[in-house]
């Protein structure tokens, strides 16, 4: 889809930069994101797309430039910055401006660790449900 998006912006004629770091920082997002998910599924299965629902939500809202800062309390203006989803807007403002490469390489790096981060608590929950059977194979515990 982020590929998809590019080619459709690039056509319309939208300076996006390098379309190769578009595409990391488009990445990195989407693998962050996506372990959080599995990690917050294995974690709460029950209502783990409600809070990933919500998280969206309050990132979303909290992006600089949607809601004017001012509006918001201190302590949402204080979060904003530590948002992933934050981190990945920030990073293809400045791919799309050609500019503060430091920054963008921040953004796709700080968005590769929450994803190994979030993929570790996952193995760990995940090797916590499985068990062995007498064949040997990998089979998750009845609840």
């Known amino acids: 889809q982020a590929a998809l998006a ?61 809601v004017p800062s001012a509006m918001l309390p201190e302590w949402m203006q204080s979060i904003a910055p530590a948002l992933p989803l934050t981190w990945a807007m920030t990073a293809m403002q400045s791919v799309a401006a050609s500019a503060n490469v430091p920054a963008t390489v921040g953004a796709i790096v700080a968005l590769l660790a929450l994803a190994a981060v979030a993929v570790a608590f996952a193995t760990v929950q995940l090797a916590r449900r499985r068990t062995r059977d007498g064949l040997g194979f990998v089979v998750a515990e009845s609840a």
Do not use: K, T
């Open 6 to 66: 590019l080619v459709v912006a690039l056509v319309a004629g939208v300076a996006v930069g390098p379309l190769s770091v578009a595409l990391a920082v488009a990445a990195a997002a989407a693998i962050a994101f996506v372990a959080v998910h599995v990690a917050l599924r294995l974690l709460a299965p029950r209502i783990a797309g409600l809070i990933s629902m919500l998280l969206l939500v309050s990132q979303i809202v909290l992006l600089p430039g949607l």
